[in-house]
């Protein structure tokens, strides 16, 4: 039998372990059962009745391999993360990362409260909008109130709606309620979308019975959560960013390494193109987790390419400086970034791979699940940018991508054979 420590996500040699004692490990490190093992396996298959009920005519269903990156010291704790992925070298690349990280001392990540804001749009032609929003103000604490009376259970967990604000866009003559929803562990879409819904209606017979002329129009959440950000920070030693068998002299030295890290990233920060592929980067991190969990992907990439473009720019969403600490010469890097994700509820809960690769992940708080996929966008962007700075992003890709073509070729003989 395989053992492995319970503490310790750093495993010698794990891409070389047959699929098995893989699963094996990882049943270990969690404590995981037989069933959550078997979630995770190339054996498991949705049965039909649950692919029925997710989705709109159902015919099948479409696997990606499920992989797992480690040495991940997270806030102090050990994790082994689930990547749901079809492009080689990512879950590679984010396990370098974070053993690169690991080696400063690991991931420092905090997120704020899991707040949702939905929109309610109100169409109001007359355009005196200072007046009709004050009036809107002496009608919020019984919008509050009636909202959340759609979701009790919400808040008997400590959630719900808190408070609203208001925006003015003229040229569509338009006052946007901005409404504020603590949703717990909850990715929270559905909730924000039925409270949205019903302060309309509200809205609507307040309106009529005071003779405002204002009408509801659009009432949804926004996926540019702002309220509820993660920022991850990590260092990496200049030591553990050397090469000391290169060819390449510059590659021996760690400051050199981490000023072209540095580089890398400030090219981003001054060039769109660029910055579009630093941040697919990321997101090549962020997203398997958010497929491996049950979580609304799309929903976090449209957020956070909007976080990225708030300030009018299109900007990297992380950023890497060289300390400027004599005594502790590090690479240090950030990201920032909003991450609406949920523990409950849908797909998350009714998936088995999705509740073995939380289970996997010691079962967290919607926050701390944010927490660790944050971490593992920076380790990816870090790898990313390492690879870009030193040998190019093409030599380490091409050598994993390699069993790809292989197959490919493989195939292509045995179907040209009588």
Not at 350 to 363: E, G
């Amino acid at each position: 039998m395989v053992m492995v420590s319970k503490s310790v996500s750093t495993i010698t040699g794990f891409y070389k372990k047959t699929i098995q004692e893989r699963l094996e490990i990882i049943k270990n490190s969690a404590n995981l059962s037989s069933d959550d093992v078997l979630a995770l396996s190339p054996e498991f298959h949705l049965a039909p009745p649950l692919l029925d009920s997710f989705i709109e005519n159902v015919v099948g269903h479409f696997s990606l391999p499920l992989g797992i990156a480690s040495n991940f010291l997270i806030n102090g704790e050990d994790f082994f993360v689930p990547m749901a992925i079809e492009e080689s070298s990512v879950v590679a690349a984010a396990s370098y990362g974070a053993k690169l990280v690991r080696s400063g001392g690991g991931f420092t990540v905090k997120s704020s409260s899991p707040i949702m804001t939905g929109q309610i749009q109100l169409l109001c032609p007359n355009k005196d909008y200072d007046s009709i929003i004050e009036k809107l103000k002496t009608w919020e604490p019984e919008l509050i109130n009636l909202v959340n009376m759609t979701d009790p259970i919400l808040l008997s967990l400590g959630g719900g709606a808190e408070g609203c604000q208001y925006r003015i866009i003229p040229e569509i003559f338009s006052i946007i309620i901005h409404l504020d929803v603590d949703v717990r562990d909850a990715m929270g879409a559905n909730t924000v979308n039925t409270m949205c819904e019903a302060g309309g209606a509200f809205l609507k017979k307040k309106c009529q019975e005071s003779n405002l002329s204002c009408e509801p129009r659009l009432m949804i959440l926004t996926n540019l959560t702002e309220k509820r950000m993660v920022r991850a920070t990590g260092k990496v030693p200049f030591s553990s960013l050397s090469s000391p068998t290169s060819s390449d002299s510059s590659k021996r030295d760690g400051h050199f390494v981490a000023q072209k890290i540095v580089e890398a990233f400030l090219f981003a920060k001054h060039d769109i193109y660029r910055a579009s592929t630093h941040n697919k980067g990321i997101m090549n991190g962020i997203d398997p987790i958010a497929i491996a969990t049950g979580n609304d992907w799309r929903a976090i990439e449209a957020g956070a390419h909007a976080f990225a473009a708030r300030s009018g720019s299109y900007l990297p969403l992380s950023e890497w400086s060289i300390s400027l600490d004599s005594d502790d010469e590090s690479l240090m890097g950030t990201l920032e970034i909003p991450l609406a994700v949920g523990v409950i509820g849908g797909v998350t809960k009714l998936h088995p791979t999705a509740q073995a690769s939380l289970k996997l992940l010691k079962s967290p708080s919607a926050q701390r699940l944010s927490e660790i996929i944050c971490a593992v966008g920076l380790a990816q962007n870090l790898a990313a940018l390492k690879s870009l700075a030193t040998e190019g992003i093409q030599k380490g890709h091409m050598k994993l991508h390699q069993k790809n073509i292989d197959l490919f070729k493989n195939l292509s003989s045995s179907k040209k054979s009588p």
